[in-house]
C-alpha cells in the first residue's frame, strides 16, 4: 500500500524530488490509492472533443480520471474510457475513476446520485465518489450545510472490503471543505474520508490546510493545478471564475508566465506547467489537470521526469510571499453561502474587497 502522503526522494541523499512512474501508471488495479497524477474531464465540452480526449489520455498512461455530475460531459467521458480501454486492452480495474453527487444530490437522494454517475459513465461500479461540494439543496430547493446527513448517506453506498461490486462506490471523500467542516466530519463519520479534493496551485499553496490531511491521513488531490489556464476561471468564462470578475489591476500575471517557473523549467529542462504539476507532486499532492491536446497531456504526464531540487520547491514555496489567489469560487453565486472561510482567498477575500487571502 502506498502512503496517501507521497515525497519520494530519487535516492539516499538526494535533494531531488521524484515520483515513479508506477505510482503515475501502475500496472493492474485495482488500486488501493489513486494513481499520482490523474486526468480531469471539466470543460471538454464538445461530445467528440471529450471521447477521444479520456481515450487518448488512457493510451498515453494516464490511469485516473476525474469526473462529475456537474460537468455535465459524463456519457462522452464513459465512452472515451470504454475506447481508451479497448485500444490498450486494459481492464476496467486497471483504472481508477471518480466521480461527484452534485447539491441536488445530497442526503437521501446519495443513492440516486450514484446511480445517476454510473449510468452517465456506462460503469458498473465508481473507485471514488466525493461530495463535490459541502452545500445541498435538496430540502425545498434550499441553501444548506448537510454535510453530516450527506456522509451518513454516502457510507451507505461503500462496497464491502473496498472491493469493485456493481452499483457501489469502493471509497467515499469530499471536496471543497474548509477547516470547521473537515473537523466536524471527522468527528461524526464512521467511514474516514479517502480523499479530499480542493484547489492547490502555487497561488493558493494552502499548506497548512496540507498538513492537516497528512495528520489524519487523508489524500489530497488538487484541481485546478496549473492555476488559471482552465477556461472557466477566464474572461468570459463561468460566474465562479475570479478571472472572470475582477478587474485586470487586481489579477496575478497568468501563473504559467511567472519568473520564478520559467527559471526553474529553463534550468531543469521541464516546462512551467511541468514545474507547477512536479511542484504539488513533491508535497505529496495528487494533481489531475485536464487537457484537450495530446500533445498537452504528453507535457502534463511528463512533468514526474521533471528534476526538481529541494531549492526549487523552497522557490516555489516562496510565491505565496508575493500572491495567494484562487481561480475558483462558486458559491458565493450559485447557492448565496461562502465555502472557503478561514482559507487563503476565500470568500472573505470577495468580501473585503481584498487582493490577498
Known amino acids: 500500500m502506498h502512503p496517501p502522503i507521497l515525497l519520494a526522494l530519487a535516492s539516499l541523499g538526494s535533494a531531488q524530488f521524484h515520483t515513479p512512474w508506477s505510482l503515475i501508471s501502475p500496472p493492474s488495479g485495482p488500486h488501493?490509492?489513486?494513481?499520482?497524477?490523474?486526468?480531469?474531464?471539466?470543460?471538454?465540452?464538445?461530445?467528440?472533443?471529450?471521447?477521444?480526449?479520456?481515450?487518448?489520455?488512457?493510451?498515453?498512461?494516464?490511469?485516473?480520471?476525474?469526473?462529475?455530475?456537474?460537468?455535465?460531459?459524463?456519457?462522452?467521458?464513459?465512452?472515451?474510457?470504454?475506447?481508451?480501454?479497448?485500444?490498450?486492452?486494459?481492464?476496467?480495474?486497471?483504472?481508477?475513476?471518480?466521480?461527484?453527487?452534485?447539491s441536488t444530490r445530497h442526503g437521501a437522494l446519495v443513492p440516486s446520485g450514484l446511480a445517476l454517475n454510473l449510468k452517465q459513465l456506462g460503469l458498473e461500479y465508481l473507485d471514488l465518489t466525493l461530495m463535490h461540494f459541502p452545500v445541498g439543496t435538496t430540502n425545498g430547493n434550499k441553501s444548506e450545510y448537510?454535510?453530516?446527513?450527506?456522509?451518513?448517506?454516502?457510507?451507505?453506498?461503500?462496497?464491502?472490503?473496498?472491493?469493485?461490486?456493481?452499483?457501489?462506490?469502493?471509497?467515499?471523500?469530499?471536496?471543497?471543505?474548509?477547516?470547521?467542516?473537515l473537523e466536524d466530519l471527522l468527528k461524526?463519520?464512521?467511514?474516514?474520508?479517502?480523499v479530499h479534493q480542493f484547489e492547490l496551485h502555487p497561488y493558493l499553496q494552502q499548506t497548512p490546510f496540507l498538513a492537516l490531511h497528512r495528520t489524519h491521513?487523508?489524500?489530497?488531490?488538487?484541481?485546478?493545478?496549473?492555476?488559471?489556464?482552465?477556461?472557466?476561471?477566464?474572461?468570459?468564462?463561468?460566474?465562479?471564475?475570479?478571472?472572470?470578475?475582477?478587474?485586470s489591476a487586481h489579477l496575478p500575471q497568468p501563473l504559467l508566465t511567472h519568473p520564478t517557473l520559467l527559471s526553474i523549467g529553463a534550468a531543469r529542462g521541464c516546462t512551467p506547467a511541468q514545474v507547477s504539476l512536479a511542484w504539488n507532486m513533491a508535497r505529496g499532492v495528487i494533481v489531475h489537470p485536464r487537457a484537450k491536446r495530446v500533445d498537452h497531456q504528453k507535457e502534463n504526464l511528463q512533468a514526474f521526469r521533471c528534476p526538481l531540487q529541494r531549492e526549487d520547491v523552497d522557490r516555489v514555496n516562496a510565491i505565496e510571499r508575493e500572491v495567494v489567489y484562487r481561480m475558483w469560487d462558486p458559491c458565493p453565486s450559485t447557492w448565496g453561502v461562502p465555502c472557503y472561510l478561514g482559507l487563503g482567498g476565500g470568500n472573505e477575500a470577495i468580501t473585503l474587497g481584498l487582493r490577498r487571502g
Open 146 to 181: 448537510d454535510i453530516i446527513p450527506t456522509w451518513k448517506e454516502m457510507e451507505k453506498i461503500v462496497s464491502a472490503k473496498n472491493a469493485p461490486e456493481a452499483g457501489k462506490t469502493r471509497f467515499i471523500g469530499i471536496s471543497n471543505f474548509n477547516v470547521t467542516q
Open 32 to 102: 488501493t490509492d489513486p494513481p499520482k497524477l490523474g486526468f480531469g474531464t471539466w470543460m471538454l465540452d464538445e461530445p467528440a472533443n471529450a471521447t477521444e480526449a479520456v481515450a487518448s489520455a488512457i493510451e498515453l498512461g494516464y490511469r485516473h480520471i476525474d469526473c462529475a455530475t456537474a460537468y455535465q460531459n459524463q456519457e462522452a467521458v464513459g465512452k472515451g474510457i470504454a475506447e481508451g480501454l479497448r485500444r490498450t486492452g486494459l481492464r476496467r480495474e486497471d483504472l481508477w475513476v471518480t466521480s461527484k453527487l452534485w
Open 188 to 194: 461524526a463519520a464512521s467511514i474516514k474520508p479517502k
Open 217 to 247: 491521513n487523508i489524500t489530497v488531490t488538487a484541481y485546478a493545478p496549473l492555476g488559471d489556464t482552465n477556461p472557466a476561471y477566464r474572461p468570459g468564462g463561468m460566474s465562479g471564475g475570479r478571472y472572470t470578475s475582477a478587474s
